[in-house]
C-alpha cells in the first residue's frame, strides 16, 4: 500500500505535466509550426520512456530502489529548468477549481479502473471475476458518478471540463481517436512483453530472470519508428494537412497487427523487427497530426482543458487496454492451456491427479508469469513432487523450454483475438481522424467567433 500510495503523488505530478505541456507549446508556436512542435514532443516522451526502461533494467539488477532514486535528479533539474525558461502565456483567463466535478470524475475513472483491475482476478469457479458482486458495484459506483459528472458540469459557473467543446468536431473526433490508439496501443505492449519473456526469449536461451531488460531491447524497433515518424509527420502535416498522415498512419499499424498474427510463436526476429518498426512508424506519423488537430480546434482560452482531455483519454486507453487485453489473452488461453500443460506435465512423469490440478489453475497465473518475467513451473508444482520425479524430468519442468512450449500454442491463439481487436481499434482510430479532419474546416468559422466574443 505504500508504493501504491508513493505511485499516487508521481501520477498526480506526471498528469500536471502531460495535461499542461501541449497546451504550453501550443501557444509557444504559430498554427503552422504546431505539428512539428507537438511531433518532438512526442519523441521527448517516447525515447525518455525507453531509455527509462534501459536505465531501470541495469539499476534493477543492482538494487530495485534505485529505480526510483534515478528520478531525483531529473525531477530538480526539470523543475528549475522549467522555473527559469517556461511562461505562461498572455491573457490567460481566470478560473477556479471546480471541486465536485473533480471529485466525481476523478472518483469515477480510479473505481472503473479498479473493477477492470480485479475482474481480471479469478472468481469461484471462473476464471475471471467480471460477474462478482465486487467488480460489479464498483462498475455501478463509478458509472454513476461519471454521470453526475455530466450533469455537475454543465450547471457550475467554470467547469473542470467544457462539454461544448465536444460539439466541435476536430476536438471530438480528435480524442475518440486517441482514445481507440492509445488502447490498442497499450495492448500491443503487453502483447509483445508477454511474446517475449515468457516465451521467445527463454527459447533462445535466456534464463527468465534476464527477459525483461532483453525483451525492452528487442523491441527497439518499434521505438524507432515512432521517433522517426513523430517529427516528420508533424513537420509535413504544417503544410500539406495532418489528416493523410493520421489516417494513413492507423491503417498502416493495422495492417502490422494483422500481419503480427501471421508469425509463428517462435518467429524469426528480422520479420518481427520488421513488423515493429512498421507499427511504430504507423503510431508516430498519427500521434502528431491527432495533438495537433485536438489543439487547433478550440478556442486558445480553452487550451488547457483541451490538452487535459487530450491527456486524459491517452492514459485511460493505455490503462483500459490492460483489461481489455488482459480478459482476451486470458480467454485465449482458457480454451487450450489447461489441455496442454496437463499432456506436459504428464509426460514428465507427474502424477495425474497433481498435473490436474495444476492444469486447471486460472490462466491468469501462466499469463502473469510470462508477463512478469520468471518460470512458475517450480513455484506451481509441489516441492515434494518436484524432487521425487527422475533428474531429467526435473531439468526439463525447470528448465527453459517447457514452459515457453506449454504456452506457445495456446498464447497464439489468444493473440489471434488480441490483434483483431487492436486492428479494428486502428481503423476506428482511422475513420475519426478522417472525419475529424473532413469537418474541421466547417467548423472554424464559428470557432473563431466564440474565440472573438470571448476576448470581448
Not at 534505485?66 to 531525483?72: G, K
Not at 498519427?286 to 480546434?297: E, L, W, Y
Not at 489453475?361 to 515434494?384: K, Q, R, T, W
Amino acid at each position: 500500500m505504500y508504493l501504491i500510495s508513493v505511485r499516487i503523488i508521481q501520477g498526480i505530478g506526471g498528469a500536471l505535466i502531460m495535461a499542461n505541456s501541449t497546451a504550453l507549446l501550443t501557444d509557444a508556436f504559430p498554427e503552422n509550426e504546431r505539428g512539428f512542435a507537438l511531433g518532438i514532443n512526442v519523441v521527448a516522451a517516447i525515447g525518455g520512456q525507453f531509455v527509462g526502461l534501459l536505465i531501470g533494467g541495469l539499476l534493477a539488477d543492482t538494487d530495485w530502489r534505485l529505480v526510483f532514486w534515478i528520478n531525483v535528479p531529473f525531477g530538480l533539474v526539470g523543475t528549475i529548468w522549467a522555473y527559469m525558461k517556461l511562461h505562461d502565456a498572455p491573457n490567460r483567463s481566470t478560473h477556479t477549481i471546480d471541486w465536485l466535478g473533480n471529485i466525481s470524475f476523478g472518483l469515477g475513472l480510479v473505481l472503473i479502473l479498479t473493477a477492470i483491475t480485479y475482474g481480471l482476478q479469478p472468481y469461484g469457479d471462473q476464471v475471471m471475476a467480471w460477474t462478482s458482486p465486487k467488480v460489479l458495484v464498483l462498475f455501478a459506483i463509478g458509472l454513476i458518478s461519471l454521470i453526475a459528472f455530466i450533469f455537475i458540469e454543465q450547471r457550475v459557473t467554470k467547469p473542470m471540463l467544457d462539454l461544448k467543446l465536444f460539439r466541435i468536431p476536430g476536438f471530438a473526433y480528435g480524442n475518440i481517436a486517441n482514445l481507440a490508439s492509445g488502447i490498442a496501443r497499450g495492448g500491443l505492449q503487453f502483447m509483445l512483453i508477454v511474446w517475449l519473456q515468457g516465451i521467445w526469449l527463454p527459447l533462445h536461451g535466456y534464463s527468465f530472470e534476464e527477459t525483461p531488460l532483453w525483451s525492452a531491447i528487442f523491441m527497439l524497433p518499434l521505438t524507432v519508428g515512432f521517433l522517426i515518424a513523430g517529427p516528420v509527420s508533424g513537420y509535413f502535416s504544417d503544410r500539406v494537412g495532418g489528416v493523410p498522415f493520421a489516417v494513413g498512419g492507423m491503417v498502416v499499424g493495422a495492417g502490422s497487427f494483422i500481419a503480427l498474427m501471421a508469425l509463428p510463436a517462435d518467429f524469426s526476429y528480422t520479420a518481427f523487427a520488421a513488423l515493429l518498426f512498421l507499427n511504430g512508424l504507423g503510431s508516430g506519423l498519427f500521434v502528431a497530426p491527432n495533438s495537433t488537430q485536438i489543439m487547433n480546434s478550440v478556442p486558445a482560452r480553452e487550451r488547457g482543458q483541451a490538452s487535459g482531455m487530450r491527456a486524459t483519454t491517452t492514459n485511460a486507453g493505455q490503462v483500459l487496454s490492460i483489461g481489455l487485453f488482459f480478459s482476451l489473452m486470458i480467454l485465449g488461453l482458457a480454451a487450450s492451456l489447461p489441455q496442454s500443460m496437463e499432456a506436459g506435465l504428464l509426460a514428465q512423469h507427474v502424477p495425474e491427479a497433481v498435473a490436474h490440478q495444476i492444469a486447471n489453475m486460472p490462466p491468469v497465473a501462466s499469463l502473469f508469469a510470462a508477463f512478469l518475467g520468471y518460470n512458475p513451473m517450480g513455484e506451481l508444482i509441489p516441492a515434494d513432487v518436484l524432487h521425487a520425479l527422475p533428474q531429467q524430468s526435473i531439468d526439463t519442468l525447470t528448465g527453459h523450454a517447457f514452459f515457453p512450449e506449454l504456452m506457445s500454442g495456446p498464447f497464439k491463439h489468444g493473440l489471434v483475438f488480441a490483434f483483431t481487436f487492436s486492428a479494428i481499434l486502428y481503423l476506428v482510430a482511422a475513420f475519426a481522424s478522417w472525419r475529424g479532419g473532413r469537418t474541421a474546416s466547417d467548423a472554424m468559422p464559428e470557432m473563431m467567433a466564440t474565440e472573438a466574443a470571448g476576448r470581448h
